[in-house]
């Protein structure tokens, strides 16, 4: 079963451009993370924030929270053609036995 | 940079045949995920394993899946027989989980199994 649902499925925006993708989330979580997986590859962490943040920054990421609509964002400033790839939210919500549960993703194309 | 090892990258299997995917994580990372994805979806969890102990099978079709990680260090991922439905990336997962006293649960990735029953 998949927790997170991003929107919107599918993105594309010129080079330089912000791009901006949403997730939604159904329980109550202890976290939440992005993650990004270019074509074929295995994923790779970007950034994580805890129930108790409700802004992150990371170089050119900043990721909000807000656990009261059960939902984040990842935006993307001064976009490029290397930021080209799918982007999933994973929500961990603790007790040790709930893993990291995905959602269905946000595919990024950056038009150069 | 340690790194999630996965092996075999790539495996055509027959259907009804029996297949098996290793994964060793990061040296000291105590969770291990199994997580199966078909294309233009997300990863769905199979199994979780702290150290050696299963602690979420739930999502694991345990009439032909199995998984083992007999010393709490490297694992195993066993289909037999193999279906049609089981073509997917394969992706093996570990996290630290604790980090100076703080919960540490960003997870790495290995390169995945791409697994095609034919």
């Known amino acids: 079963s998949q927790q997170g649902e991003e929107d919107p499925q599918a993105l594309s925006i010129q080079e330089g451009e912000n791009a901006t993708m949403n997730c939604s989330y159904k329980?109550?979580?202890?976290?939440l993370q992005w993650y990004r997986q270019n074509s074929g590859r295995g994923l790779v962490h970007l950034i994580l924030?805890?129930?108790?943040?409700r802004e992150k920054h990371s170089g050119r990421l900043r990721v909000t929270l807000d656990t009261s609509k059960k939902s984040s964002s990842l935006l993307i400033t001064a976009s490029r053609a290397a930021d080209t790839a799918s982007y999933f939210c994973?929500?961990?919500?603790?007790?040790?036995?709930?893993?990291?549960?995905f959602g269905k993703g946000t595919h990024l194309i950056i038009q150069p | 940079e340690a790194e999630v090892a996965q092996s075999p990258r790539y495996k055509i299997t027959e259907k009804s045949q029996a297949v098996a995917f290793w994964c060793d994580p990061i040296?000291?990372?105590?969770?291990l995920y199994w997580y199966r994805q078909i294309l233009g979806q997300g990863p769905e969890l199979l199994v979780q394993?702290?150290?050696?102990?299963?602690?979420?099978d739930s999502q694991l079709p345990k009439d032909r899946f199995s998984a083992e990680r007999l010393k709490g260090v490297d694992s195993t991922l066993k289909i037999q027989p193999a279906e049609l439905g089981d073509s997917a990336m394969y992706l093996c997962?570990?996290?630290?989980?604790?980090?100076?006293?703080?919960?540490?649960?960003?997870?790495?990735f290995g390169q995945g199994t791409r697994l095609t029953v034919v």
């Open positions: 997962a570990s996290s630290l989980d604790w980090t100076g006293g703080h919960l540490n649960t960003e997870a790495f």
């Open positions: 329980t109550s979580i202890n976290n």
């Open positions: 924030i805890r129930s108790n943040e």
């Open positions: 994973a929500t961990y919500s603790g007790g040790g036995a709930d893993g990291l549960t």
């Open positions: 040296s000291g990372h105590a969770t």
């Open positions: 394993f702290q150290d050696e102990s299963v602690v979420d």
